[in-house]
């Protein structure tokens, strides 16, 4: 499915551009208009082309080393353009090559922010408003060692949540394939030996037996389940009714909803202290924050909220009637209105709320482990108890 480029203003008068995979151009314009935005144009990416191969992991790396390499040359006085050859030097492939788009329109006279926001996929809204916000005060070296620190905190926390999944996952894989190859080849060997013997099988053993037969012969189901999974991700990846979907499952999970709460408050609070931290206004701040947030149930609230604080409300009650963020964020945020610091406890709140995400994760982590040695020593065990009491039958008829 091809990626196109759009253009669009919403109802409340704000710009909004981004990519977006659809079936056609008219396709994705008739989706922007039922989310009720003005579609300006529709383009196809070239940039999806040439990068849409590429690992998100190395892209965020290779960016964030672009950022640390900007961060460290501007404060020494290197002219812009030469900071961003500089820079060039440290990435490859499709990042090295959206930096050289961005040197070329910033040699023309473009600004740097709007120069970044011509490549969504590599620089994401926020960091082109923390950008711009830089811009606005003077201060652009300033917003690239706060999007360093941004970025590696993000790179910090997303690499201990994914060493706490490692091993569960591994686990579930091998019980997997341990108990598939019981099925499939373990069981099918005895299906003679047991049939053939004339004596009573136990209930147990005529179970597996059945569930081995009819494995066997509904093994292309079970072949087409994984390209069925990978279709229903891809819809939930795709479409804004399937990324709504996942949203609503995930957050509706026992210990999973609680570990998605963390997650987005710790990013709403430290994107929006991060914009604060670097001149730009609490709306323009919320607005920028609203783009840097994918989940579209929590981007809905973060519109609300946006929409409460432009009619007069504090961000404290805004947050205070969210069902979705913890009420510690509204408190914290109340605090810092009360001493004139919002900007430092957002940054506090997103490290608590960070620290949680982190504690749940390895709570998450260390209650599956467990629970599927469990699950899966106790499929074993009945299948190897079963033949055992199949087979010990025989050998008791035999004596007869």
Do not use: C
């Not at 569930?211 to 994984?226: C, I, K, M, T, Y």
């Amino acid at each position: 499915m091809p990626t196109y480029a759009y253009d669009a203003v919403s109802s409340a008068g704000k710009r909004q551009r981004g990519l977006e995979s659809a079936a056609s151009s008219g396709a994705l314009s008739r989706t922007l208009e039922e989310r009720g935005l003005l579609v300006l144009s529709v383009t196809e990416s070239s940039e999806s082309t040439t990068s849409g191969g590429g690992f998100k992991f190395g892209r965020r790396r290779e960016v964030l080393e672009v950022t640390r390499a900007l961060a460290a040359l501007l404060p020494v006085g290197m002219p812009l353009s030469q900071a961003l050859q500089a820079a060039m030097g440290v990435t490859s492939g499709d990042v090295r090559a959206a930096l050289h788009e961005v040197r070329n329109k910033v040699q023309r006279g473009d600004t740097l922010s709007s120069a970044l926001e011509e490549h969504p996929s590599f620089f994401s809204p926020i960091y082109v408003g923390l950008v711009r916000a830089g811009e606005r005060s003077g201060a652009v070296d300033g917003a690239f060692a706060r999007l360093a620190e941004s970025l590696e905190r993000e790179e910090a926390l997303r690499g201990r949540v994914l060493s706490a999944a490692i091993y569960p996952i591994l686990l579930a894989v091998a019980g997997t394939v341990a108990i598939a190859v019981l099925l499939f080849f373990v069981l099918p060997q005895f299906v003679g030996l047991l049939s053939g013997s004339g004596a009573k099988l136990p209930a147990s053993t005529s179970f597996l037996l059945s569930l081995s037969g009819l494995l066997h012969r509904f093994w292309p189901v079970l072949v087409l389940a994984p390209l069925g999974l990978v279709g229903a991700l891809t819809w939930a990846q795709t479409t804004d009714e399937g990324r709504r979907a996942l949203s609503r499952l995930m957050l509706a999970l026992p210990l999973v909803g609680t570990l998605r709460r963390y997650s987005l408050s710790a990013r709403f609070a430290r994107m929006a202290g991060v914009l604060l931290g670097g001149g730009a206004p609490l709306l323009t701040a919320l607005d920028d924050t609203i783009d840097s947030i994918a989940d579209p149930i929590a981007k809905d609230d973060a519109m609300r909220i946006r929409t409460r604080v432009r009619d007069g409300s504090s961000l404290r009650e805004a947050v205070a009637e969210s069902v979705l963020f913890p009420a510690l964020l509204a408190q914290l945020i109340g605090v810092g209105e009360e001493a004139g610091q919002l900007r430092t406890f957002l940054m506090k709140a997103a490290d608590i709320f960070e620290e949680r995400t982190e504690r749940a994760t390895q709570r998450i982590a260390a209650l599956a482990e467990p629970a599927m040695i469990i699950v899966f020593g106790a499929i074993v065990a009945f299948v190897a108890l079963s033949l055992l009491q199949a087979i010990y039958g025989i050998n008791a008829n035999s004596f007869k």
